[in-house]
């Protein structure tokens, strides 16, 4: 629980950064993928959305637009969905913004 906290943070926090006067949404729902029940955890924000050659990088250590940033934030939330089998992908929508999700499988508890 508290890794995946701070992956949500790190989405919330870049999504607050990215349009800092602007509501940050949060959804939650199911989403199989390949089969596999999962929950969607999905993070939007109506900042500027990015190119396409940032796109290849949002996931890499170290890689910032921010002057003030580490480049750590989407990186490390990248690894804890996959310590948790699941994944993060980004995604700019139509009517602007981007929209950050994080996919995980639903496992049985004991």
């Known amino acids: 629980p508290v890794l995946l906290r701070q992956a949500l943070f790190n989405l919330i926090h870049n999504a607050v950064l ?6 940050v949404q949060v959804d939650l729902s199911h ?16 900042g500027p959305g990015f190119d396409s050659a940032t796109a290849g990088k949002l996931f890499k250590p170290f890689f910032t637009t921010r002057p003030t940033g580490t480049g750590l934030g ?3 939330a990248q690894h804890i969905a996959m310590k948790h089998g699941g994944t993060v992908h980004a995604e700019n929508r139509p009517e602007g ?3 950050f999700h994080i996919w995980l499988p639903l496992t049985a508890m004991p």
Request: proline content about 14%; overall charge negative; some cysteine.
């Open 18 to 23: 990215a349009a800092p006067d602007a509501p």
């Open 31 to 46: 989403a199989p993928r390949d089969q596999v029940p999962g929950i969607d955890l999905c993070v939007t924000d109506s």
């Open 74 to 76: 989407l990186s490390v």
């Open 97 to 99: 913004g981007a929209r």
